[in-house]
Each structure stands twice: as structure tokens, then as C-alpha cells.
């Protein structure tokens, strides 16, 4: 069985048939540290103290061990792609919790999109993924620093999303896409084309290695809305009035002085440092197709 970043998990909030469309917004309530001027430091904390507390306790033991399988196989694959691969580029770790979250259908999965969308008020007191979350943040990082443009992504859902057009979203959790236009079995209700500046190609690190182009969203990266309509490319279903969603991110529209006009409330805190500050609006729409613009992350 391929691995899940497939939508009808990680793309909807709500339950299958209890909704009838689920409102795209900043889902106010994620865990969306950044981990910002903190890498080094939280990266020996999780090492020292998260990780060996985490592994201790289910679902995160389980699938932690099964990963690392995973990850020598994905050394094993590279390794026979010389050309693509940087021995330091992650470490072991981050490899590992690629492995965890890219393999889907798994106990942890939904329970940690769960928990990393709803989870900011008890962020520092009883969240139960504080060594996933920033070794999945920070190999986005450290992937994005031979990736300094932004991917332009496909992204599918079996559930219907509402939207406006101008409005500014984030999805909130960790975002998967791809680079293909080809992944219908995923979903033809709702379809999305984003530009991402903060998402981060995958390469061959998931466990499916590279056959799903996957570029992974992080929680915090804001989107803007900028159109919506019912083209007939991607093979969504054109008959529903939520057919196919385009996204696109907003990097290359704003300057940095014109995002911080829009920021009002404060974004989770790292357990050792500030973060930047992100905008807390609830989005609304009942369009089919919308387009996405991200902005960059702010310092």
C-alpha cells in the first residue's frame, strides 16, 4: 500500500458526510512554531529530553521503531542516486520522521494532525508530538536551503472546502502536495494549485521514495486566495459546485512591510525562543476553485 499524504486524511478536519463543505481559514488553535532563531538549541532538546520521553508512549513508539526500516532503505535508495544526494543534508532523525509521517494509515497519523491543528493552548503543558513537530519543521528547513524557489503544487481532496477570494488561510498541520497533476485517486471533489515558498520537496525521502513528487506544507505558511473557478484540466469532478480548488502563494505579491500590516495575534511560542507573528483571520467562501498566494515566513 503506497504511503498516505492522501487528503481524505490529512486535508479534512471534519468527518466524511456530518458537513456539507469545510471552511478554509488560519485555523487559530494550530501548533505552528517555526522554531526561528532556535533550531540548534530545541534540536538538543528534543534529543535529550523529548525523543527518549516520547518513544516511550503510543502511538508515537510504534511508529518510531517501524521507521527505521524506512530510513535505511532511503539511504539505500540514494545512495544509488548519487547525483540527488547529500550525505548531511538530514540527519537520521529527520529522515526517520519523514518516515513516520509519510507512511500514513498508521494510528499516529491522524491523531498528530489532529493534535498539531488543534493543539496551541496546551503546546507547552500536554502536547504528545514535540519531536515530530520540529523534526518535520526543521527538515523543511534544512531541505529548503538548496530549494530557494517556490514549487508550484497539486493537491486533492475527496471533501468540499469554502473560500474567498483575497482572504488569507493557512492549512495548519503539516500539508501534503505534489508536483503531479496525475494523483486522481487521492480525490476529485476538491482540487488545489498552490505556490508554495515554505513547502518543501520531498525527493526520495518518503517511504514511497520519489514516485509521488511530494512536496510537504509546513502549519505555518499563509496563503492568499486569488481566484476561484471550474477549469476543466486535473480530472476533478466539474459537476459539483466544489469541483477544483486553485492555489497559489503570495510570496511574490506582498513586501515584507505590507504582510506586517495584516499581522494582529501571536502565533505559538517555541518552548526556547519568539517566534514571528502570523494573523489570525477566519476565511470563508463556497467556491469551487481557488487560487493561493503564500507568504514568505516573517522574522
Known amino acids: 500500500m503506497g504511503h498516505s499524504w492522501t487528503f481524505q486524511?490529512?486535508?479534512?478536519?471534519?468527518?466524511?458526510?456530518?458537513?456539507?463543505?469545510?471552511?478554509?481559514?488560519?485555523?487559530?488553535?494550530?501548533?505552528?512554531?517555526?522554531?526561528?532563531?532556535?533550531?540548534?538549541?530545541?534540536?538538543t532538546e528534543v534529543e535529550k529530553k523529548y525523543l527518549p520521553r516520547e518513544k516511550k508512549n503510543e502511538p508515537f513508539k510504534k511508529a518510531w521503531s517501524s521507521a527505521e526500516l524506512c530510513a535505511k532503505n532511503v539511504k539505500d535508495r540514494f545512495k544509488k542516486k548519487t547525483t540527488h544526494f547529500d550525505s548531511a543534508e538530514l540527519t537520521h532523525d529527520h529522515i526517520k520522521a519523514i518516515?513516520?509521517?509519510?507512511?500514513?494509515y498508521t494510528p499516529i497519523y491522524a491523531e498528530f494532525n489532529e493534535a498539531v491543528r488543534t493543539n496551541k493552548t496546551v503546546y507547552k503543558t500536554t502536547f504528545k508530538f514535540h519531536s515530530?513537530?520540529?523534526?518535520?519543521?526543521?527538515?523543511?528547513?534544512?531541505?529548503?536551503?538548496?530549494?530557494?524557489?517556490?514549487?508550484?503544487?497539486?493537491r486533492r481532496s475527496k471533501s468540499a472546502f469554502e473560500g474567498k477570494v483575497n482572504q488569507i488561510i493557512r492549512f495548519g498541520y503539516f500539508a501534503s502536495s505534489s508536483l503531479s497533476k496525475e494523483m486522481t485517486h487521492f480525490g476529485r471533489v476538491s482540487c488545489f494549485k498552490i505556490t508554495t515558498?515554505?513547502?518543501?520537496?520531498?525527493?526520495?525521502?518518503?517511504?514511497?521514495?520519489?514516485?509521488?513528487?511530494?512536496?510537504?506544507?509546513?502549519?505555518?505558511?499563509m496563503f492568499k486566495i486569488i481566484k476561484k473557478e471550474k477549469p476543466n484540466f486535473l480530472n476533478c469532478n466539474h459537476h459539483t459546485k466544489h469541483?477544483?480548488?486553485?492555489?497559489?502563494?503570495?510570496?511574490?505579491l506582498l513586501t515584507l512591510s505590507s504582510v506586517h500590516s495584516l499581522l494582529t495575534l501571536s502565533s505559538v511560542h517555541s518552548l526556547l525562543c519568539s517566534l514571528s507573528t502570523h494573523s489570525l483571520f477566519t476565511l470563508y467562501s463556497l467556491s469551487p476553485l481557488f487560487t493561493l498566494y503564500s507568504f514568505s515566513p516573517l522574522s
Open 9 to 43: 486524511h490529512d486535508n479534512d478536519p471534519n468527518p466524511p458526510g456530518l458537513n456539507p463543505s469545510i471552511p478554509l481559514d488560519m485555523v487559530p488553535d494550530s501548533v505552528d512554531d517555526m522554531y526561528e532563531g532556535c533550531t540548534e538549541p530545541m534540536y
Open 243 to 252: 469541483a477544483l480548488l486553485t492555489l497559489s502563494s503570495v510570496h511574490s
Open 197 to 221: 515558498c515554505s513547502g518543501a520537496f520531498l525527493k526520495s525521502y518518503p517511504v514511497m521514495g520519489d514516485k509521488e513528487q511530494e512536496v510537504l506544507i509546513p502549519p505555518f505558511e
Open 132 to 154: 515530530l513537530h520540529f523534526l518535520l519543521t526543521d527538515a523543511l528547513r534544512l531541505l529548503k536551503l538548496k530549494q530557494p524557489n517556490c514549487h508550484t503544487t497539486y
Open 99 to 104: 518516515c513516520v509521517y509519510t507512511k500514513g
